[in-house]
Every structure is written in C-alpha cells, then in structure tokens.
C-alpha cells in the first residue's frame, strides 16, 4: 500500500494506492471525508495529520517515500506520486476451487468480507483438518461463486469421480458423468451422482421423491415408467448408466418381512399426462397436477380410479384439510387436479363438490421505498450482479423473466426489454431503462455472453436460486429489515409508476397482467395523496 499527495479540484488530498481488495475498501471507508475516484480508480482522504494518522493506525505497512521523516507525516506525503506499476490494481489470484461430485472445496487466504460471503452460501462450513471451505454443490453455488472471486480464481477443477457409500458398509467411486441406479430391497430406486440441474428437476417433478441428505442421494419408488424415465433424461443429459439390484443379506431378511413399503402403488394414467400436453398446459402445471393426482389415486389403491365416487372425492379431501392440514392453495390445486381427470381426460360433465373452498386470503406484497431501492443497488460492487438487480427493478420483470432473457432481447434504441413467452405463454415489451445501459455495456464487456443475458459457468443459463441469492443478500447489505425477495422488485415496480402518475392501463401492459384488478392491487400500497388526509387524532386537544 502506498501514500502520496495530490491535488483535486484545487484540493489537497492522499491518495491511497493498493491491489484491489474489499476488506481493505471497507477499512478505508471508515476515514472521515474517504472518497473513491472512478478516474484514477484510487481512494483519496483528507489532506492533514490526523486523516493521515488514522491510516497509518489501520495500516501500519503503508509506504510512503521517505521513511526517514516517519516522523512528520506531512513532509512524508507531498513527496510527487509513485508511478503506477502496470497492472497493480489487479485482484491477486489466490482463490483454489475444486467440484468434487456434491460438494465444493475453495482454499483462499483469510478474508472477512470473504468469509461472509461464503457462509451466505447455504450449509457452508468450514474443514478444520484440511484448512479449506467446503460449500455444498447445490443450483447456482458455483456461478456465485465463480462471479465473487472471478479473477481471484488461479484454478478451477472439476474431479472425473468421486467417492460415495452405496450402503452402509460399501464404498465406490463414482464418475461425475455416471448415474448409479440401486433397486433397493425396500421397493425404492436409489440414484446416486454427480450434480445435474435437469436430471434434478426431473426427479423432483416424481411422487414421492426425497433426498438423503447425510448419504446425498435421491430414492424415488421403483416403477418401470419411472425407472425408463430417469435412463431416458440421463441419456438425453450424456450420462453413463449404471444399474444394480441390492442383495437381500441374512441379516435383512427379517427386517425385510416386517417393513411395510408403498403397496400396490399406481403412477399417473398416461392419458392423464397426454391430456395435459395436449391442451399445453403450463411446465409448472404439467408437474404439479399429476403428482397430486396421483396421491388421490393411491390413497383409494384398491379401487378402479373410475369406481371412485363423489362421496369418495369429498372424503379425500377433507383429509386433506383436517389430517393432513395442507393449505389453502394446495386444496384448491388438489381439487382442480382430481377434477381434470373426470371432466377433461374421461369428457365427463363438470363436476360439482359440496365442499367449500377456502376464501383465498387478501394479503398486501410487501414494497420498498425509492431510498432503499437506491441504496440497494449502490452497494452491489459486483457488476453482474448490480445488472440483475437494476433490471429486474427498472423493467418489472418476474425471475424467471429475468433468467430467460437472451442479449437480442434488449433493444437500447427503442429503450425497450423484449419479454418472451412469460407467464400464460405471452410475449411483451417493457421498459428499458437509461441507467442500465451503460451497466449492461460494461458487464457485457468483462463476461462476453453468448447467447443469455446472464450466463453461468460454461455458458449455461444462470439458475433461478443464484438470482434469488444475490437479490437477498444485496437486500441484507443494504440493511432492509422487510421480508423482500426478486418478486419484491417487480412489486416496486408497479407502485412506484402509480405513484409518479403512471396510468394503471400502461402499468397493467407493462407488468403482463392479463386482468386488471392484479394491477389495482398497487393502488392499495401507494402512498400518494396520503400526505393530504388529515388524521381525525390530530384535531383532538390532548
């Protein structure tokens, strides 16, 4: 770090020199009158003893040219400015990463501002043993991390395999480009392999599905459409195969004969499926429906599905809501998915349950003021990210929106953000705004996407968790109390046109709102026009 004097404006200032680092940033901030200079991308303080004392307090290695004068600080600091070493401010490349199967392991020196980030990063811990993080390989986490430390990465390796336990005494490596299907002597199929975003989603749109977290594998039940649905995702994804049938050991037999599994279990009529494809009901649709069906099914499993009655429909679903105490939300989806399946797959008449439906409650998104939006977004220092947020809030877009944007997408003559295929399978235009441009230049220039507007590793479409991690920590650094998320800035969006006189027609075409009592829902968080209402205890004389 060195010290030298200059002038700015007329004024007397140090200038503060150092490679870049956030740590030493924020100490520097604390300097009464610290101000950063995006010219000479340097910090500067106040020219005097006691802004230059409180420096040399914090740092006590700061050079400066004549160390003789150590003594009098002042003499120490006009000396003419160091010339800078080409590249000087560049990060230093100290950061290791390694993707072994399910977790990440980074080793990088000791860092506060580091070691905030990454316990951020959910399940996070720290390796006493081997002095290294060790960072769960969940959605998204490498792209975090990948654009937190990016040129502070020397290397970055992903293992060909890995170690895993099959069971409870066995032990085997496993490829990152295999999947291992294990027909357990419970009636469960059991994959076990390395991170797959898609072969993920599939399994979790599959009844029943659960994650192991302590041997981290799936177990889904055994089926033959299930069993060829996971081969054909993982041939379709470039995986090898590997299967195996578990061997009853002498001492499972007993326990076998005693433990009850899912008798007689039905999967989900394949007409029921074609049904929905073929009326193109939404992908969010198409995996909630059958899965809920497919619990209504079994929860009568010795019957024919068309054997079961009204009176039996109505059963079901009050076990939903006394026994079970499933939502509000989920009943009503429960009742729209058993109804599909008489009135649309079987043509039958529509159907009538005299049970009521719970009222859906009237409940108020939570909306941030300018200021906090504002200060939100100055205190992302990572480009990429400060892109996201800027416009996720200045176009009103929805998160999925936002990872599906592609760079045609933005069109900075029209100042206008094409929105394809939203919800309801709708295209729309919204608004682009002046103060993200420049942004989205400078981010395009450091990250060179392809064909996404925000790209991941390798070039693959940044995941929904890696936008929702930045949108809530850039909400905790800002110091934001409320309960916000990704969807809050949409919500921003929409109050904040109304607020500044926006017509709620306009707001209703923007946001892709197809009826427009969703838009009416910003007049009741508005705050204008309150400033002219007179609170009735203020006239009182108390």
């Not at 220092?381 to 996720?392: D, G, Q």
Request: include cysteine; glycine fraction near 4%; hydrophobic fraction near 35%.
């Amino acid at each position: 770090m060195k010290a030298s004097k200059i002038e700015i404006n007329g004024e007397k200032r140090i200038k503060v020199e150092f490679p870049y680092n956030h740590e030493i940033a924020l100490l520097i901030k604390q300097i009464p009158g610290a101000r950063w200079d995006q010219t000479m991308k340097a910090w500067h303080i106040p020219y005097g003893k006691a802004s230059f004392d409180q420096l040399k307090t914090i740092f006590p290695e700061v050079e400066y040219p004549n160390k003789a004068s150590e003594k009098n600080h002042e003499k120490s600091i006009t000396v003419a400015p160091v010339p800078t070493v080409p590249n000087q401010n560049k990060p230093a490349k100290n950061v290791s990463v390694q993707v072994i199967g399910r977790k990440i392991i980074l080793k990088l020196p000791k860092n506060a501002l580091d070691t905030h980030f990454i316990t951020s990063l959910r399940y996070s811990r720290w390796d006493g043993k081997q002095f290294c993080w060790v960072v769960p390989n969940y959605p998204g986490n490498i792209d975090l991390i990948n654009d937190y430390f990016n040129e502070r990465i020397y290397q970055m390796i992903v293992h060909e395999d890995f170690d895993v336990k099959t069971n409870a005494d066995s032990q085997r490596k496993i490829k990152t480009n295999q999947l291992l299907i294990i027909k357990t002597i419970t009636g469960r199929l059991r994959l076990i392999f390395g991170f797959n975003k898609e072969l993920c989603y599939q399994i979790k749109s599959m009844p029943f599905n659960n994650w192991d977290g302590k041997n981290k594998w799936w177990t889904i039940p055994y089926s033959e459409k299930f069993l060829y649905e996971i081969k054909a995702k993982a041939q379709v994804q470039g995986l090898e195969i590997l299967y195996e049938e578990e061997e009853i050991r002498k001492e499972d037999k007993v326990r076998r004969i005693s433990r009850i599994d899912i008798p007689n279990y039905r999967s989900c009529p394949d007409e029921y499926l074609r049904k929905l494809r073929e009326l193109r009901y939404t992908k969010n649709t198409i995996k909630t429906y059958p899965g809920m069906f497919e619990e209504f099914i079994n929860y009568y499993n010795t019957m024919e599905i068309d054997q079961i009655g009204d009176k039996l429909i109505i059963a079901f679903l009050q076990y939903l809501v006394i026994d079970r105490q499933v939502s509000a939300s989920y009943q009503n989806q429960s009742i729209n998915a058993i109804k599909f399946y008489y009135e649309r797959v079987l043509g039958g008449h529509r159907k009538f349950y005299f049970l009521d439906r719970p009222l859906k409650a009237f409940k108020l998104p939570n909306v941030l003021n300018v200021d906090e939006i504002t200060d939100t977004i100055k205190l992302v220092e990572n480009i990429k990210h400060k892109a996201i947020i800027m416009i996720t809030y200045g176009g009103g877009l929805r998160l999925s929106e936002v990872i599906n944007l592609k760079i045609k997408d933005i069109d900075s003559k029209r100042m206008q953000i094409f929105v394809r295929q939203a919800k309801g399978r709708k295209d729309r235009y919204t608004l682009l705004s002046k103060k993200v441009v420049p942004v989205l230049r400078e981010y395009y220039k450091e990250y060179k996407p392809k064909e996404w507007l925000f790209e991941g590793v390798k070039g693959l479409q940044y995941s929904e968790s890696s936008v929702y991690t930045i949108v809530k920590e850039a909400f905790k650094r800002a110091g934001i109390t409320k309960k916000a998320s990704t969807h809050t800035l949409r919500h921003c969006f929409g109050t904040h046109l109304l607020e500044n006189g926006t017509d709620i027609r306009y707001i209703q075409m923007l946001m892709g709102h197809s009826n427009i009592k969703t838009t009416e829902i910003y007049t009741h968080m508005t705050t204008k026009g309150f400033d002219k209402i007179e609170n009735p205890l203020d006239k009182l004389e108390i």
